[in-house]
């Protein structure tokens, strides 16, 4: 009977643990939409954005991660959309 008691325990500390660590990780991403950004930096990405190469536009994400706290993903969305030129 004591057997039972420790494959029903483990058992749970498996299936809970991947649970708790997937929960941990959602909290700590940061909501796009609640991101405000200073017009210094979104002139620091529109200038890099200016140089036209891969690297200027990889610096500009890199910078806007740093200062937002922005995943890779949205970071990368919202300089594509600040580096975009302007359409009259």
Same mark, same amino acid.
């Given at each position: 009977?004591?057997?039972? !008691?420790? !494959?029903?325990?483990?058992? &749970? /500390? !498996?299936?809970? !643990? +991947?649970?708790?660590?997937? =929960?941990? *990780? *959602? ?11 200073? +017009?210094?930096?979104?002139? =620091? ?8 190469? $891969?690297? #200027?536009? &990889?610096? /500009?994400?890199?910078?806007?991660? *740093? /200062?937002?706290?922005?995943?890779? /993903? ?6 594509? $959309? &600040? #580096?975009? +030129? $302007?359409? +009259?």
């Amino acid at each position: 009977m004591d057997s039972w !008691i420790w !494959i029903t325990l483990i058992s &749970l /500390a !498996i299936l809970t !643990i +991947p649970f708790l660590a997937i =929960r941990r *990780a *959602a909290k700590s991403r940061v909501d796009p939409t609640e991101v405000s950004i200073d +017009p210094a930096m979104a002139a =620091r990405v529109k200038e890099l954005y200016r140089q036209g190469d $891969k690297a #200027g536009r &990889l610096q /500009a994400v890199k910078e806007l991660r *740093a /200062a937002t706290g922005l995943g890779l /993903a949205d970071a990368a969305r919202i300089a594509d $959309k &600040l #580096g975009q +030129p $302007k359409r +009259p």
